[in-house]
């Protein structure tokens, strides 16, 4: 293993069957340390917070190690249980407070 050319050693960056480049967040040695993909760090740092459970992070061109953040969305898995409209009001209010709290307050774009 340590001879072989096409190995690359432990740097801190690898990725996975998929093509998503994960990125070594906490120090460690084999399965101790921790690894985070690289598209979800760099929507992270564009949106100062850590994503949510219901977010997910797409890639407008298909190209998974394409990690620009010109080149990610923000996707938002979560929907109402019903479809009753009071339950698609409380739904819209939960998204403005997450994604665009000024409307709430009356502040256009």
């Given at each position: 293993m340590y001879n072989d050319p096409n190995k690359i050693m432990n740097?801190?960056?690898?990725?996975?069957k998929y093509?998503?480049?994960?990125?070594?967040v906490v120090s460690g040695n084999g399965s101790k340390g921790k690894y985070?993909?690289?598209h979800r760090i760099v929507m992270e740092q564009m949106i100062g917070r850590e994503l949510l459970q219901s977010e997910s992070v797409h890639h407008k061109n298909g190209?998974?190690?394409?990690?620009?953040?010109?080149?990610?969305?923000?996707?938002s898995k979560a929907q109402p249980a019903g479809q009753r409209v009071e339950d698609k009001?409380?739904?819209?209010?939960?998204i403005l407070r997450v994604y665009a709290p000024k409307?709430?307050?009356?502040v256009s774009a």
């Open positions: 740097t801190g960056v690898k990725s996975d093509g998503y480049v994960q990125i070594r985070k993909y690289e190209v998974r190690n394409d990690n620009r953040i010109q080149n990610l969305e923000l996707w009001v409380e739904y819209a209010l939960e409307y709430l307050l009356g």
